[in-house]
Nanobody, 113 residues
Framework: QVQLVESGGGLVQAGGSLRLSCAAS????????AAWYRQAPGSQRELVAG?????TYADSVKGRFTISRDNAKSTVYLQMNSLKPEDTAVYYC?????????WGQGTQVTVSS
C-alpha cells in the first residue's frame, strides 16, 4: 500500500523554524512531482510550494520557505523559517508516484505570537 507520511509539525513561536518531511513508501516509483498544501480552520486548502522540474511558492511564503527532495530517500521536505502566526494550519503533502496521485494525512503547525 502506497503511503505518504508527514512529520515535523508542532508548536513554535513566531520567528522560529520547522522542517516538515514527507516520506513515500510502498511504491516502486520515485516521487515525480510533489507539493505542500495547507489548510487553516475555516479556510480552503491552498498551495504552499511545489517541486518538479522547477520549484514554485505561494507569494505569502516566498523567501521564508524552501521545498526540496531527496530521491534516494523518497522524501520531500519543507523548510519553514521566520514563521508567522498566519502560517498556522494543517500541512499536507501531495505527490505523484508514477502517474498516480497521493495525499498524506497532514501534520499540524501552530505558530504562537
Amino acid at each position: 500500500q502506497v503511503q505518504l507520511v508527514e512529520s515535523g509539525g508542532g508548536l513554535v513561536q513566531a520567528g522560529g523554524s520547522l522542517r516538515l518531511s514527507c516520506a513515500a513508501s510502498g511504491s516502486t516509483f520515485s516521487i515525480n512531482t510533489a507539493a505542500w498544501y495547507r489548510q487553516a480552520p475555516g479556510s480552503q486548502r491552498e498551495l504552499v510550494a511545489g517541486i518538479g522540474s522547477i520549484t514554485t511558492y505561494a507569494d505569502s511564503v516566498k523567501g521564508r520557505f524552501t521545498i526540496s527532495r531527496d530521491n534516494a530517500k523518497s522524501t520531500v521536505y519543507l523548510q519553514m523559517n521566520s514563521l508567522k502566526p498566519e502560517d498556522t494550519a494543517v500541512y499536507y503533502c501531495n505527490a505523484f508516484l508514477g502517474r498516480l496521485n497521493y495525499w498524506g494525512q497532514g501534520t499540524q503547525v501552530t505558530v504562537s505570537s
